[in-house]
Every structure is written in C-alpha cells, then in structure tokens.
C-alpha cells in the first residue's frame, strides 16, 4: 500500500472541538478524528491507522494545540475498523489514557486485531461460498493481515460504553447512541443542547457507508442500519461531524438520501438476481468492477449479500443452493 499524499491538517470546527483530518492509504484517503478539549485535559476521538506519517501528523495536532501527552485523558472509539481504532493501542501506551468503546465493537475488535489468525482462514471460505473465485479470497486474506498490522498494539483494559449512558467532553453533555448496520455496536455521540452530534461512519457527505455482511457480522445489517437511519431521523441535528468528509448541515435531508439509496439498490439487487445469482454476480451487476481496488472488491461482495439477506428476510428472494455456492433467486 502506498500513502495518500492528502495532507493532514487541525481545525477548529466548534469552540473546544477540533478536527483532525489523517490520511489513508485507500480510495476513501482520509479520516476525520477529533480532539475535544476540557478543563482536566483532552479526549481524542477516533484514531486513524497505525503508521509512522499518520502518527506524525498526531504529533503535530498535539504540537499545534499545545498538547503534552499527559494531557490526553481519554481515548473514544466509534467502531473497530481499522482507520478508526489502528493507532487507539499506540496512544494508550503514550499516554497512560484508558480506551472507550462499546462491547460489541471490542468483542469484534479482538476477534479481529488480536486473534486475527482465525479471520485469514475464515474471510477465504466465506467468499468462496458466495460465489467469489480463490483468489480473490487469497487477496483478502492478504489485505486483512496487512490491516491488522496497522491496528498494533492493540488496546488493553477497554472500558466500555453503552447505549443511554452520557460522557461529558468539551464541555457537552453527550448523549451514547448505538447505531448498528455499518458495524454492529458503533455508537455515536450527541449534545441535544447544542444539536451536535459525532456521527462516525453511520452518516457520510458525498459517499454512502459500506453496509456489509462478514463471517462475524450479526444478521441482516441493512436492516439495523435501515432502521437506526430512522430513529436518528427524530434528533434535531444543526451540526454533524462525520468519520470522513465534510461536516453534514442538512441532517435530515441527508438520512433520506441514504435511504432512498438503498432502497434503489435493493431494487437493483432483486432485479439482478432475477433469473438466480450469487452474491458476487449481483455485486457484478451493481458495482462497476473495473474501478474497484483489490481492497474495495470485499466491500462490494459483502454488501450485495448485505441486500441479498435483506431481500431474502423479507421473502421476496429465496436462498438455493448451487454448485455449492449459496445463491438467490425470486421467491
């Protein structure tokens, strides 16, 4: 993998509440992370990944604000992929701060990052029983051992949070939310009295999340993310701060769109699997392949057996199988 050469950079975005934007080295090349500042010290709110040019440009967060390691009181996590928890261990250890994150997301986290081993022999098998060839399964297995190294050390003594319990960080109150689909225990953070709301990677500017279904995954996640886009519509957001792009002001506006782009999808996905398909024949249909990376192709499998379940719980497709794979056809 080779670096984005998108910059890092700090900003201000409400008094006591910085951006701190890290690059990545994939499609998607940067992520939003966050300092809030408080009396007693600073909470750092998702990572990046663990690599020398991301460190540095935490080293020059700190620099620019001021920041000693000592002041570092805490470290949040919204969900255990790798561009948000890779670098939570490195700080840990720096800086002697306890780690938050919610149970589910670390049951996940561990059996990822730490017992990974067991995820390299299962990601091939659960690909090729959906359809995908060998070696794209051996190309998966491949980048996620890479991520895994960019996820070392991993965080020890994980506290936890939970849905309705409330943190105070920049001198909010914010509410703990849990918004399940994109990962299963991602929690989300919101200040009612400000209508501010961290969203991590549940609502994003310009490109939808991935919603995919994986070997540790919990069922139906279009359907939990379906339905978490729905309850989220009853907060009165003016300011959402997401996990990658620019900040969200039409929060409304945009939950609709995100809806209405699966619903569009899943249209597609029924229509592809027509006359019986795999999940990695509609994710043929409803991807353009040729623009892919090696490392978004997994995305794409996933999340069309993410719409292919949905479609499949709602009865309007049945699972078959064929040739040993798992396919769908109109019920």
């Known amino acids: 993998m080779s670096i984005s050469t998108a910059p890092s950079s700090v900003e201000e975005v409400v008094p006591g509440v910085h951006r701190v934007r890290l690059p990545l080295p994939f499609a998607l090349n ?7 500042e408080d009396d007693d010290g600073w909470t750092v709110l998702d990572t990046g990944l663990h690599r020398p040019e991301i460190y540095a440009g935490w080293q020059a967060a700190f620099a620019r604000l001021g ?16 561009d948000h928890i890779g670098l939570a261990g490195r700080l840990q250890q720096e ?10 997301e670390w049951e996940v986290a561990e ?5 990974g081993e067991r995820q390299d022999e299962a990601l091939p098998a659960y ?27 991993t965080p020890v003594d994980v506290a936890f949070l939970n849905p309705g319990e409330t943190l105070r960080m920049a001198g909010r109150r914010f509410e703990v939310i849990h918004a399940p689909g994109h990962a299963d225990g991602q929690i989300l953070f919101y200040a009612p009295s400000e209508r501010l709301i961290f ?38 957001v003016t300011l959402a701060l997401p996990g990658h792009y ?28 027509a006359n019986g398909a795999t999940a990695l024949e509609v994710s043929y249909a409803i991807f353009d392949f040729d623009r892919l990376s090696p ?11 993410a719409h292919l379940e949905y479609l499949a719980e709602e009865g309007r497709l049945e699972r078959y199988e064929r040739d040993g794979f798992v396919a769908y056809r109109p019920a």
């Open 246 to 273: 620019e900040a969200i002001l039409n929060w409304r506006g945009r939950l609709c769109e995100l809806l209405r782009h699966h619903e569009e999808r899943l249209q597609a996905a029924y229509a592809a699997a």
């Open 30 to 36: 940067h992520v939003n992370c966050y300092l809030l």
């Open 295 to 305: 490392h978004e192709i997994r995305f794409a499998v996933a999340e069309a057996l």
């Open 111 to 115: 059996a990822a990052w730490v017992h």
């Open 127 to 153: 690909l090729r029983r959906v359809g995908a060839p060998p070696e794209v399964g051996a190309l998966v297995a491949s980048q996620q051992q890479k991520l895994r190294q960019m996820t070392q050390p």
């Open 199 to 236: 969203c991590g990677d549940q609502v994003l500017q310009h490109i939808t999340p991935n919603i995919g279904l994986w070997p540790s995954t919990q069922p139906n996640p279009l359907q939990r993310y379906m339905e978490s886009l729905q309850s989220l519509m009853a907060l009165e």
């Open 67 to 82: 920041i000693a390691l000592g002041d570092i009181r805490r470290i949040v996590v919204t969900h255990m992929h790798p």
């Open 95 to 104: 800086t002697g701060a306890p780690v938050f994150m919610s149970p589910r």
